[in-house]
């Protein structure tokens, strides 16, 4: 498999799970209800996705820079309306 085909596999991937943030951020954003989330599991998820973060820039990768930079502030949102409203 080419290094091209590689990238564009990754970058279908990153898209895909960084876009299934994007209702829940939506949802917490309109209604503020956030009772059903936990918190601890945001938490470790902002956390990780942090770390991803690092870990894509360490290695210059596009795919994981991009999807975890967005994902990154679409949780660290949802986090934050979770401590706020919790």
Known sequence: M???T???IGAIAAT???LCWVP???KVIRTRDTRSLSL???VMLTLGIGLWLVYGLLIMSWPLIGANAVTFVLVLI???MKIRFG
């Open 2 to 4: 080419s290094p091209a």
């Open 6 to 8: 590689i990238e564009l």
């Open 16 to 18: 895909i799970t960084t």
């Open 24 to 26: 829940q951020a939506i």
């Open 40 to 42: 601890i599991m945001y």
């Open 78 to 80: 949802i986090l934050g």
